[in-house]
């Protein structure tokens, strides 16, 4: 009884490793004979575990998807890799995602083998996640978007603008991006007849699904620099370019990718693109990196640099005796 159980999970386990099996290449990967892989798959049946099997040569096995369908089997490194990506998602700004990602992590510590419980021990008590300002979305609305983008089809939703009005819009969704602190939408508005970015979290209801859409070319091949295009420069009032007079690599480390877009300029020159509701707040906050720096756009924030400039000189007081 004991071998046909281990025999049985095995057999689970390659069925849950490739999509379709051969009964010669169960057998073979098993080493038992066709017959004993047939009277397997029966047996799993009676378990519960739904299992096709188409006929002919070119015909095998394969695993189907059912509400009775157990627990995956993972061998040591994919119960690590789990683990991992549990404990990366505790902070998620989905609603429960971080709850429940903590939940699944407790259950999946009690269940390995003792080889693995040092591993699992060490994982938890060695990792810490710093809280960061996150904004949370509706698990629901993320489903209904990511089912409508994989079925073309349409959806409408009440959605909060950012100034505070409520409308109610009908897209054509193509790519969720999530920025770590925000989650956003990719879709062709049709009532505006143009590519719009959306907020997740500012759907004020759960998109319904409409007709099925015919696939428009994008607006750009990478729709992460687009959404972070949009994001950092689009909705504010002071579209900026600032040079500085530092490196990539250096203003890498210091400019997160929601807050502006770099490029290099030369070897010793890095471009900022970014965009701004206030003046004051960069300048002030540029100021402080203690890095040389140009501003090439917008003639208004020149102008006051210079008006700042003059301010803070005046604050100093009049030079003292030398």
Same mark, same amino acid.
């Given at each position: 009884?004991?071998?046909?159980?281990? /025999? @049985? %999970?095995?057999?689970?386990?390659?069925?849950?490793?490739? !999509?379709?099996?051969?009964?010669?290449?169960?057998?073979?990967?098993?080493?038992?004979?066709?017959?004993?892989?047939?009277?397997?798959?029966?047996?799993?049946?009676?378990? +519960?575990?739904?299992?096709?099997?188409?006929?002919?040569?070119?015909?095998?096995?394969?695993?189907?998807?059912?509400?009775?369908?157990?627990?995956? @089997?993972?061998?040591?490194?994919?119960? @690590?890799?789990? *683990?991992?990506?549990?404990?990366?998602?505790?902070?998620?700004?989905?609603?429960?995602?971080?709850?429940?990602?903590?939940?699944?992590?407790?259950?999946?510590?009690?269940?390995? =083998?003792?080889?693995?419980?040092?591993?699992?021990?060490?994982?938890?008590?060695?990792?810490?996640?710093?809280?960061?300002?996150?904004?949370?979305?509706?698990?629901?609305?993320?489903?209904?978007?990511?089912?409508?983008?994989?079925?073309?089809?349409?959806?409408?939703?009440?959605?909060? /603008?950012?100034?505070?009005?409520?409308?109610? !819009?009908?897209?054509?969704?193509? &790519?969720?991006?999530?920025? +770590? #602190?925000?989650?956003?939408?990719?879709?062709?508005?049709?009532? !505006?007849?143009?590519?719009?970015?959306?907020?997740?979290?500012?759907?004020?209801?759960?998109?319904?699904? #409409?007709?099925?859409?015919? =696939? /428009?070319?994008? $607006?750009?091949?990478?729709?992460?620099?687009?959404?972070?295009?949009?994001?950092?420069?689009?909705?504010?009032?002071?579209?900026?370019?600032?040079?500085?007079?530092?490196? %990539?690599?250096?203003?890498?480390?210091?400019? =997160?990718?929601?807050?502006?877009?770099?490029?290099?300029?030369?070897?010793?020159?890095?471009?900022?693109?970014?965009?701004?509701?206030? @003046?004051?707040? $960069?300048?002030?906050?540029? *100021?402080?990196?203690?890095?040389?720096?140009?501003?090439?756009?917008?003639?208004?924030?020149?102008? &006051?640099?210079?008006?700042?400039?003059?301010?803070? #000189?005046?604050?100093?007081? =009049?030079?003292?005796?030398?």
């Amino acid at each position: 009884m004991i071998e046909t159980s281990a /025999r @049985l %999970l095995q057999l689970l386990s390659l069925l849950q490793l490739r !999509r379709e099996w051969t009964g010669p290449a169960l057998a073979a990967r098993m080493d038992v004979t066709e017959r004993t892989v047939r009277r397997d798959i029966g047996k799993l049946r009676t378990l +519960g575990y739904p299992i096709n099997a188409s006929p002919g040569v070119a015909g095998g096995y394969q695993l189907g998807a059912g509400a009775q369908l157990p627990p995956l @089997l993972l061998d040591d490194d994919e119960a @690590l890799a789990v *683990a991992i990506g549990l404990t990366a998602v505790t902070a998620s700004p989905v609603s429960g995602v971080g709850e429940a990602s903590v939940r699944a992590l407790t259950k999946l510590e009690q269940v390995p =083998p003792p080889r693995l419980r040092p591993r699992f021990s060490n994982l938890r008590s060695a990792v810490t996640r710093m809280s960061a300002v996150s904004t949370p979305v509706n698990p629901e609305v993320l489903t209904s978007l990511s089912a409508a983008i994989t079925e073309r089809r349409c959806v409408a939703f009440r959605y909060d /603008r950012h100034d505070g009005e409520t409308s109610r !819009r009908v897209v054509e969704p193509y &790519r969720l991006v999530d920025t +770590g #602190r925000r989650w956003y939408l990719v879709a062709f508005d049709r009532s !505006r007849e143009d590519w719009r970015t959306f907020r997740v979290d500012r759907c004020t209801s759960v998109p319904v699904a #409409r007709e099925r859409f015919v =696939p /428009r070319a994008l $607006p750009s091949a990478d729709l992460a620099a687009y959404v972070q295009e949009s994001i950092t420069r689009s909705p504010y009032s002071y579209d900026a370019v600032i040079r500085f007079h530092a490196p %990539l690599r250096e203003l890498e480390t210091r400019v =997160p990718s929601t807050a502006g877009t770099l490029e290099a300029d030369g070897d010793d020159f890095t471009l900022l693109r970014a965009g701004f509701d206030s @003046l004051d707040f $960069p300048l002030a906050y540029l *100021a402080s990196w203690d890095i040389d720096f140009e501003i090439l756009e917008p003639t208004a924030m020149r102008d &006051r640099v210079a008006v700042v400039a003059e301010r803070l #000189r005046r604050s100093a007081g =009049p030079p003292g005796p030398a």
